[in-house]
């Protein structure tokens, strides 16, 4: 081999090595993409229109121009609260969608009509507005904010309300294996705000103690879960995917606050058991959020624990009786 081409190699060799640590890693997405085209009423293209997405909550808003095909893009929008579209073009009456909402990982096609006009003139649309995905053939299901807070959840874990979804089932009662499509636990990603949380020896999700979400349920925003279909980027994971978006703050400052007190009085004596063991256990916390500086910072915050004193009662002929406290934080 020749000086000359043992150089090119060295340099081919250095240059792959570039491309893959430049390569970004795999992530499920925590944004959402809307795209559309601009028409007029005979379903003409319309080049040149003001096209607006305005987040009701925190006042982010982006703008663009429809090409000259009348097409225009929304790239990695944060999925959080509600937001307003609006189109713009001298000439046609302006048209506002309100109450717009979308999940995290959605590409959404919403394309706007608009109609000539001889005066200033805008067209509301109200009421909700359903969103379809149709350009990705993925089989999901979002388990929305009011799903979280109207529906009971077992240990006030998010992992529990995953089962809603007829695609999965638990491996076992308190732990967050879950069987996805017929998959092995070990195979079905999870994601928080798209980054990997998957941790094989911490029960698949990355947390305190087994059977833990990790996070309190106060800080959850929705929770995607992809069973089917889902693109090549997740080449890690063949049995599923899980993404949780948190909350965020917003121009409103908010908070709530939960308590809920479990005390032992009223239980009855364990079988087996010659008498009642003592227990007592207390759930407390609560979030807020609101702005640091209207419509650019934001903040948030939670809190949440549970306090365990319990106590298990020694049913062997070896020591009947005994009393052996078992408290849990």
Not at 115 to 123: D, F, I, N
């Amino acid at each position: 081999m020749t000086l000359k081409r043992a150089h090119a190699c060295r340099v081919c060799i250095l240059a792959g090595l570039a491309l893959a640590f430049a390569a970004p890693a795999a992530a499920q997405k925590p944004t959402f993409d809307l795209e559309g085209v601009v028409m007029d009423a005979q379903q003409g293209v319309l080049p040149g229109a003001t096209v607006t997405l305005q987040n009701v909550a925190t006042g982010l808003t982006r703008e663009t121009a429809t090409d000259a095909n009348g097409r225009y893009v929304f790239a990695s929008v944060p999925p959080a609260g509600e937001y307003v579209l609006r189109t713009a073009l001298a000439g046609f009456a302006s048209e506002r969608r309100e109450h717009l909402t979308f999940n995290a990982g959605q590409r959404v096609v919403l394309n706007v009509t608009l109609k000539l006009s001889a005066v200033q003139e805008t067209v509301t649309v109200t009421g909700d507005t359903p969103v379809v995905q149709t350009t990705s053939p993925e089989v999901t299901k979002t388990i929305e904010s009011r799903d979280l807070t109207t529906l009971p959840v077992a240990e006030r874990n998010y992992f529990r309300l995953l089962t809603l979804d007829s695609n999965v089932v638990a491996r076992a009662p308190g732990t967050n294996g879950l069987y996805v499509g017929g998959g092995d636990v070990w195979n079905f990603g999870t994601y928080v705000d798209g980054t990997s949380n998957f941790s094989k020896w911490l029960t698949l999700q990355r947390a305190p103690q087994r059977g833990s979400a990790g996070f309190a349920l106060e800080t959850v925003s929705q929770v995607q879960i992809i069973t089917n279909q889902f693109s090549a980027e997740f080449g890690g994971h063949s049995a599923g995917v899980m993404n949780m978006i948190t909350k965020s703050g917003s121009n409103t400052y908010a908070g709530a606050a939960l308590l809920v007190v479990r005390p032992g009085d009223l239980d009855a004596i364990p079988p087996l058991a010659t008498q009642k063991v003592p227990f007592n256990q207390q759930q407390f916390g609560g979030n807020v959020g609101g702005p640091i500086v209207r419509d650019r910072a934001f903040f948030f915050g939670s809190y949440e624990r549970r306090r365990e004193r319990s106590q298990v009662s020694v049913t062997s002929p070896e020591a009947p009786g005994t009393i052996i406290p078992t408290p849990a934080d």
